[in-house]
């Protein structure tokens, strides 16, 4: 157990909504991760952090920001929720030590409708 | 090219069977390989990490780096219905601030 807790863990949202998926960290991890699953996409990072306030754009940035003001919490915003978001989004944190190992959440189903 | 292949399978074998799953990669830097098991509706979780080339087993699993052709493998030994799940490669440069790349994951079906 990676100490990760995504929420929600389900939402079904309208298109054109703000939507904002939460990633609480309980063992003080410097980077975490965003990512997006999709069948036939496999898993693509969407935002990662390596710090408080210090983030980066991962390959499928585009209608998301992210949001780190204190070392447990990483937040994913879709500012404008399209169909093209309906996905499982995971969070993740880096392991200490092992070289570049991460360690997921249960993941969030998002829906937008 | 893409720079982390993995047959999306599905690939069904009897209990018992000896699973190979393998990724091919494009890019000689990558030095960190691992292999995640995916349940489903469920997270990935860490199964296998290699450093570099070479050989590493836990159980029933195996984990083969080949840095000269680009290839890693994983193997199952005595599959088991409970190892029914989708398996990822992942792999990175470096240990420093360097996201992984993922293959899009095999689906491994073992029947009883």
């Known amino acids: 157990d990676a100490g990760i807790t995504q929420s929600p863990r389900h939402k079904v949202t309208e298109t054109g909504t703000p939507v904002t998926l939460r990633c609480h960290q309980t063992e003080n991890h410097r980077y975490m991760y965003w990512y997006r699953q999709d069948p036939g996409h496999g898993l693509r990072l969407i935002h990662y952090?390596?710090?408080?306030?210090?983030?980066d754009k991962g390959e499928v940035s585009d209608g998301y920001s992210v949001s780190r003001s204190k070392t447990e919490d990483f937040l994913l915003t879709l500012e404008s929720a399209t169909s093209s978001q309906t996905s499982v989004y995971f969070c993740a944190i880096r392991g200490q030590g092992s070289g570049n190992t991460i360690y997921f959440g249960e993941g969030s189903w998002l829906t937008v409708v | 090219q893409k720079e982390v292949e993995q047959d999306p399978g599905p690939l069904s074998v009897p209990e018992g069977a000896i699973v190979s799953l393998n990724c091919t990669y494009s890019?000689?830097?990558?030095?960190?390989f691992m292999w995640y098991r995916q349940y489903s509706r469920k997270g990935p979780e860490l199964l296998m990490y290699?450093?570099?080339?070479g050989n590493k087993e836990d159980g029933r699993f195996t984990a083969q780096v080949d840095k000269s052709s680009k290839y890693i493998s994983l193997f199952i030994r005595d599959s088991q219905p409970s190892d029914s799940a989708t398996y990822l490669c992942?792999?990175?440069?470096?240990?420093?601030?360097?996201?992984?790349?993922f293959g899009k994951g095999t689906r491994l079906s073992v029947i009883a």
């Open positions: 290699t450093y570099s080339s």
């Open positions: 992942a792999m990175s440069r470096n240990s420093g601030n360097t996201p992984l790349v």
């Open positions: 890019n000689s830097a990558f030095q960190y």
């Open positions: 952090s390596y710090g408080v306030k210090d983030t």
